[in-house]
């Protein structure tokens, strides 16, 4: 059981708005910036989001991360089929010492 | 480029013992805090282990600590786990990650990952 929870999975169809959530507890993202990752089929995580709500260059501005309390939420918007993959948010814990990860969501495009 | 290759992921013995490498290139390793991550066959990412960038402050998860150890050799820009007593539930691909700075009110994160290598424990 993964200290931060996502739900498990997410869909929409192409053109939608889609939200993933991730929540967690004051020793981790109450205390902490947070970060999602995507991870395409067979291939390594990539940062998609930093600081909450920062994006990477080269990220497409239809990703956005938001933060509140002990509670995350990253919004992809004009979902595209290129978008079906893993994501992950993740924060450090410091009650753990250590990296904290969600499950992670699958999202399908219909 | 900036990049990080991981090897040494290999079938092992339940017991046995085995030494994961990272190298980087197109950066300086001895700037950059390091991680270890692990995703199981069909599974989330399960962070492992840290290292600060002198080697001085180094966090292990429950799961392998006593087991498992971080190092770095800033001379070669490489980074290392060294595995023993390997359990069938460590089975997983192992990702090096550069842990970015933290500069201007803004951390990076894990911002660049390597491709994984992959271990199997099993007999």
């Known amino acids: 059981q993964s200290v931060l929870t996502q739900p498990p999975s997410a869909s929409g169809t192409p053109g939608q708005r889609v939200t993933i959530s991730c929540s967690g507890s004051?020793?981790?993202?109450?205390?902490?910036?947070i970060y999602w990752y995507q991870q395409l089929p067979g291939t390594a995580p990539k940062l998609l989001i930093y600081s909450n709500d920062q994006r990477p260059s080269g990220v497409p501005d239809r990703f956005s991360g938001s933060k509140s309390g002990t509670s995350a939420s990253l919004a992809i918007s004009g979902l595209r089929s290129e978008d079906e993959a893993d994501y992950y948010c993740?924060?450090?814990?410091?009650?753990?010492?250590?990296?904290?990860f969600g499950g992670g969501t699958k999202l399908t495009v219909l | 480029e900036v990049q990080l290759v991981e090897s040494g992921g290999d079938l092992v013995q339940p017991g046995g013992s085995l030494r994961l490498s990272c190298a980087a290139s197109g950066f300086i390793i001895s700037t950059y805090e390091m991680n270890w991550v692990r995703q199981a066959p069909g599974k989330g990412l399960d962070w492992v282990s840290y290292?600060?960038?002198?080697?001085?402050?180094?966090y292990y998860a429950d799961s392998v600590t006593g087991r498992f150890t971080i190092s770095r050799d800033n001379a070669k820009n490489s980074l290392y786990l060294q595995m023993h007593s390997l359990r069938v539930e460590d089975t997983a691909v192992y990702y090096c990650?550069?842990?970015?700075?933290?500069?201007?009110?803004?951390?990076?994160?894990?911002?660049?990952w390597g491709h994984g290598t992959t271990v199997t424990v099993s007999s």
């Open positions: 290292i600060s960038s002198s080697g001085s402050t180094i």
């Open positions: 993740a924060a450090w814990d410091h009650s753990l010492s250590g990296w904290v």
């Open positions: 990650a550069r842990q970015g700075y933290c500069t201007n009110g803004v951390c990076y994160g894990m911002d660049v």
């Open positions: 004051s020793s981790n993202i109450g205390s902490y910036f």
